[in-house]
């Protein structure tokens, strides 16, 4: 029976040049074949498979997907809803309908997967549902890496957290109940790996990382009670990554799997703890040491303490990263622009295998660690330090609402029902081949920016015609809401080829924040005012708020977030002053992830939720009454974070709603939130238009929560990855329906 030294939760799986995007996304638009698709995807497989077989013991299988490893789940165990079954679609059709939408079926919901950047489909269960195991990916995948000589260990989202991670269709119903149906399914499951030769498996219950309560403990004990005692299963591996697993690690000690792995990097004062488990001393533990989030080297030799601190606590310790690498990119040696101090201080994946085969070498040959100190922290800009130390109070805070209303009203005229996007509009092929021009110097900058100003007078033309109220620039010289201002602001460092998945084949390129944060020059304000200068109507100033901005990067790590934070939002503060001071009257600063970021223990809660609003405040509060104030946020479930919401003091919320069938209203109702809001109408998400009768569908429920003079009509979300055919049609449906409703 092979044994656990070094190893990772998981691995990247879009390809090192995002060859899995472009093969799904040929596939859905009809350019290549299902055949096609597959081969790419067997290849990034065994590609994956050789790489990690060359510096761990024991390779993590099972941890490709098409979309999403939760939806892999559902599909695996029969769970999936009715509209999609009735579809009559090949099994891969049925898949991919349930995650973009199909024919009438919306979507399943997307949201955030824990406190990353990753989104997950959110399954679907009522008190009906009766799971079955109709799929075989798991086996599947073991033998195909099997057959070309790498020995797996198939990895499974946990029964506990699929069902903690799912939602219930009906009121009242918690999916944790059919515990004990879901684990009679995966011990099907378990036998099957076991008659293939599987000897270790691996079951995440990362969901035991946020605060659970006793009967979802004592799910989670009865899971492995049962699993641990069945007769034909291979080693048990349960992982708990993302943050500390609380109570939930005593409960897994005391069960009959042979392994656990805690992380180490969210939650170091775990050590602690395990040194008062007698009943791990006969487990394998896994040590996870080196970040799977972030992108810094790992002191190696702080590292290396670590692990032999805990040697005499264990049955035995394996070293490993915290959570999949799933979270950062490829390889740092297909970077040739990173400044050296910058680079130096860096480990992406392949480093990050690197660093676990050096310490698990150290811990169990005695190897020395060479060269294990991490560079010097990030540098320092004195400057932007005394501003934020000359802060005061009243530095974050604006005139009540109500006078602000009355001055912005004044001025912009709007009517009730209000319509507007949130601000990117569909980047075609000629926007993303003139940017590859520029760069590559075979289109001047003058005749770039040319193109562009001729893209967003196109773009302001179409929303007059459609007849939009608030109208924006579209966006069409940003490559990503975050990368572009990293790129205009001193501090951050960008990179070439550093794409994480974020869902499906949706890519980003989170910067690196290395160091103090400043504005050299204004970012945004020409070619918003440019876009104003072209209409009579209102153009709205589009910047990326503090929180998102460090959300969606990889920060450094040598100074609290909140210090960072205030970095960013000074730099925003000066951006919305020069925007004023052009005439722009309407700025929405955009914080998607405000939720991302939310600790996943309520302790930790309220310290977060501190600094987080009062970043945004700053960044805005610098605004005249006259000048409205949005914020945006979407991919998350906002029960959490209502009431930092209402703390934004933003004039108006536009909010992701369409897939959850406006359940946010339900929270402002219950806070009594007094100022503008617009709950997304239009799921930008799938390729489905909708109707005008859907839109005024969702929109009388609106109107039930909100009064129509406070209420937006406005999509989910930026159209940036839609294409016009879809979002011309939803535009005029959404007017229309608007319309329509003020009468």
Same mark, same amino acid.
């Given at each position: 029976?092979?044994?656990?030294?070094?190893?990772v939760?998981?691995?990247?799986?879009?390809?090192?040049?995002?060859?899995?995007?472009?093969?799904?996304?040929?596939?859905?638009?009809?350019?290549?074949?299902?055949?096609?698709?597959?081969?790419?995807?067997? &290849?990034?497989?065994?590609?994956?498979?050789?790489?990690?077989?060359?510096?761990?013991?024991?390779?993590p299988?099972?941890?490709?997907?098409?979309?999403?490893?939760?939806?892999? @789940?559902?599909?695996?165990?029969?769970?999936?809803p009715?509209?999609?079954?009735?579809?009559?679609?090949?099994?891969?059709?049925?898949?991919?309908?349930?995650?973009?939408?199909?024919?009438?079926?919306?979507?399943?919901?997307?949201?955030?997967?824990?406190d990353?950047?990753?989104?997950?489909?959110?399954?679907?269960?009522?008190?009906?549902?009766?799971?079955?195991?109709?799929?075989?990916?798991?086996?599947?995948e073991?033998?195909?890496?099997?057959?070309?000589?790498?020995?797996?260990?198939? /990895?499974?989202?946990?029964?506990?957290?699929?069902?903690?991670?799912?939602?219930g @269709?009906?009121?009242?119903?918690a999916?944790?109940?059919?515990?004990?149906?879901?684990?009679?399914?995966?011990?099907?499951?378990?036998?099957?790996?076991?008659?293939?030769? *599987?000897?270790?498996?691996?079951?995440? !219950?990362?969901?035991?990382?946020?605060?659970?309560?006793?009967?979802?403990?004592?799910?989670?004990?009865?899971?492995?009670?049962?699993?641990?005692?069945?007769?034909?299963?291979?080693?048990?591996?349960?992982?708990?990554?993302?943050?500390?697993?609380?109570?939930?690690?005593?409960v897994?000690?005391?069960?009959?799997?042979?392994?656990?792995?805690?992380?180490?990097?969210?939650?170091?004062?775990?050590?602690?703890?395990?040194?008062?488990?007698?009943?791990?001393?006969?487990?394998?533990?896994? *040590?996870?040491?080196?970040?799977?989030?972030?992108?810094?080297?790992?002191?190696?030799?702080?590292?290396?303490?670590?692990?032999?601190?805990?040697?005499?606590?264990?049955?035995?310790?394996?070293?490993?990263?915290?959570?999949?690498?799933?979270?950062?990119?490829?390889?740092?040696?297909?970077?040739?622009?990173?400044?050296?101090?910058?680079?130096?201080?860096?480990?992406?994946?392949?480093? &990050?295998?690197?660093?676990?085969?050096?310490?698990?070498?150290?811990?169990?040959?005695?190897?020395?660690?060479?060269?294990?100190?991490?560079?010097a922290?990030g540098?320092?800009?004195?400057?932007?330090r005394?501003?934020?130390?000359?802060?005061?109070?009243?530095?974050?805070?604006?005139?009540?609402?109500?006078?602000?209303?009355?001055?912005?009203?004044?001025?912009?005229?709007?009517?009730?029902?209000?319509?507007?996007?949130?601000?990117?509009?569909?980047?075609?092929?000629?926007?993303? &081949?003139?940017?590859?021009?520029?760069?590559?110097?075979?289109?001047? !900058?003058?005749?770039?920016?040319?193109?562009?100003?001729?893209?967003?007078?196109?773009?302001?033309?179409?929303?007059?015609?459609?007849?939009?109220?608030v109208?924006?620039?579209?966006?069409?010289?940003?490559?990503?809401?975050?990368?572009?201002?990293?790129?205009?602001l001193?501090?951050?460092?960008?990179?070439?080829?550093? #794409?994480?998945?974020?869902?499906?084949?949706?890519?980003?390129?989170?910067p690196?924040?290395?160091?103090d944060?400043?504005?050299?020059?204004?970012?945004?304000?020409e #070619?918003t005012?440019h876009?104003?200068?072209?209409?009579? &109507?209102?153009?709205?100033?589009?910047? @990326?708020?503090?929180?998102?901005?460090?959300a969606?990067?990889? /920060?450094?790590?040598?100074?609290?977030?909140?210090?960072?934070?205030?970095?960013?939002?000074?730099?925003?503060?000066?951006?919305?002053?020069?925007?004023?001071? *052009?005439?722009?009257?309407?700025?929405?600063?955009?914080?998607?992830?405000?939720?991302?970021?939310?600790?996943?223990?309520?302790?930790?809660?309220?310290?977060?939720?501190? #600094?987080?609003?009062?970043?945004?405040? %700053?960044?805005?509060?610098?605004?005249?009454?006259?000048?409205?104030?949005?914020?945006?946020?979407?991919?998350?479930?906002?029960?959490?974070?209502?009431?930092?919401?209402d703390?934004?003091?933003?004039?108006?919320?536009?909010?992701?709603?369409?897939?959850?069938?406006?359940?946010?209203?339900?929270?402002?109702?219950a806070?009594?939130?007094?100022?503008?809001?617009?709950?997304?109408?239009?799921?930008?998400?799938?390729?489905?238009?909708?109707?005008?009768?859907?839109?005024?569908?969702?929109?009388?429920?609106?109107?039930?929560?909100?009064?129509?003079?406070?209420? #937006?009509?406005?999509?989910?979300?930026? %159209?940036?990855?839609?294409?016009?055919?879809? /979002?011309?049609?939803?535009?005029?449906?959404?007017?229309?329906?608007?319309?329509?409703?003020?009468?």
């Amino acid at each position: 029976m092979a044994e656990l030294r070094t190893t990772v939760l998981g691995y990247p799986r879009i390809g090192p040049r995002r060859e899995l995007k472009r093969a799904l996304e040929n596939y859905w638009s009809g350019r290549g074949t299902q055949a096609e698709l597959l081969e790419v995807a067997a &290849k990034l497989r065994a590609d994956t498979w050789r790489e990690l077989s060359r510096s761990l013991d024991s390779v993590p299988g099972n941890t490709f997907s098409f979309y999403d490893q939760v939806l892999d @789940t559902a599909v695996l165990f029969d769970a999936v809803p009715r509209r999609f079954r009735e579809l009559g679609l090949s099994e891969l059709d049925t898949y991919f309908a349930m995650a973009r939408g199909r024919d009438g079926a919306a979507a399943m919901e997307l949201t955030k997967w824990f406190d990353t950047n990753y989104h997950y489909l959110v399954p679907e269960l009522s008190a009906d549902t009766k799971f079955a195991l109709v799929g075989d990916k798991p086996v599947q995948e073991f033998t195909e890496a099997l057959a070309q000589g790498v020995h797996t260990r198939p /990895v499974l989202v946990g029964p506990a957290t699929f069902l903690l991670l799912s939602k219930g @269709t009906e009121p009242g119903f918690a999916p944790i109940t059919l515990i004990d149906q879901l684990v009679d399914r995966y011990a099907e499951l378990l036998g099957k790996l076991a008659d293939a030769g *599987a000897e270790w498996v691996q079951l995440d !219950e990362h969901a035991y990382a946020a605060d659970r309560g006793e009967a979802e403990l004592d799910a989670l004990r009865r899971a492995y009670d049962k699993l641990g005692k069945l007769a034909n299963r291979p080693r048990l591996l349960v992982a708990g990554g993302y943050g500390d697993l609380g109570p939930a690690l005593a409960v897994l000690a005391e069960s009959p799997v042979e392994a656990i792995a805690v992380d180490l990097v969210s939650a170091p004062d775990t050590v602690r703890r395990i040194a008062g488990l007698t009943s791990l001393r006969d487990k394998t533990l896994l *040590a996870g040491v080196v970040d799977g989030r972030n992108v810094w080297r790992t002191d190696l030799r702080a590292a290396a303490s670590v692990c032999a601190s805990l040697l005499g606590s264990v049955g035995s310790l394996t070293v490993s990263s915290s959570t999949s690498l799933l979270h950062v990119p490829y390889d740092l040696d297909a970077e040739t622009g990173l400044e050296p101090e910058v680079r130096g201080r860096l480990a992406f994946a392949r480093q &990050k295998l690197a660093e676990i085969a050096t310490l698990g070498r150290a811990l169990h040959a005695g190897a020395s660690i060479q060269n294990g100190a991490v560079p010097a922290a990030g540098s320092r800009d004195e400057q932007v330090r005394a501003r934020i130390a000359a802060l005061t109070p009243q530095h974050r805070r604006r005139v009540d609402y109500s006078e602000r209303a009355a001055a912005q009203q004044e001025r912009l005229g709007l009517p009730p029902l209000a319509t507007t996007t949130i601000g990117s509009f569909p980047q075609t092929t000629e926007i993303r &081949k003139a940017r590859a021009e520029v760069r590559a110097g075979r289109l001047s !900058e003058q005749d770039y920016q040319q193109r562009m100003r001729e893209e967003i007078e196109r773009v302001i033309r179409l929303q007059e015609e459609i007849g939009l109220d608030v109208l924006v620039h579209g966006e069409p010289e940003r490559n990503d809401m975050v990368q572009y201002f990293a790129e205009n602001l001193v501090g951050f460092a960008a990179t070439e080829l550093g #794409w994480v998945q974020s869902y499906g084949s949706r890519c980003v390129r989170p910067p690196i924040l290395h160091g103090d944060v400043s504005r050299r020059n204004p970012i945004t304000v020409e #070619w918003t005012a440019h876009a104003q200068s072209l209409t009579s &109507k209102p153009v709205k100033g589009m910047l @990326t708020g503090p929180v998102t901005i460090l959300a969606w990067s990889f /920060v450094r790590d040598d100074q609290p977030l909140a210090d960072t934070a205030q970095q960013v939002a000074l730099a925003l503060r000066d951006e919305i002053t020069d925007l004023e001071a *052009a005439g722009i009257g309407v700025v929405q600063v955009d914080e998607p992830a405000l939720r991302e970021l939310l600790p996943l223990r309520a302790e930790d809660r309220p310290a977060y939720l501190e #600094w987080a609003v009062e970043s945004f405040r %700053l960044a805005t509060s610098g605004a005249a009454s006259a000048t409205q104030i949005h914020t945006h946020l979407c991919y998350s479930e906002f029960g959490d974070v209502i009431g930092a919401i209402d703390g934004l003091d933003a004039d108006v919320t536009t909010i992701e709603a369409a897939r959850s069938r406006m359940e946010v209203l339900d929270d402002l109702r219950a806070i009594g939130f007094r100022r503008g809001v617009g709950p997304g109408v239009y799921d930008i998400h799938s390729p489905l238009v909708p109707a005008e009768h859907e839109v005024t569908e969702l929109l009388r429920a609106a109107v039930q929560a909100v009064p129509a003079e406070r209420l #937006w009509v406005n999509p989910d979300c930026g %159209l940036k990855t839609r294409d016009y055919a879809e /979002v011309e049609p939803a535009l005029r449906a959404l007017v229309g329906s608007a319309r329509a409703l003020r009468g």
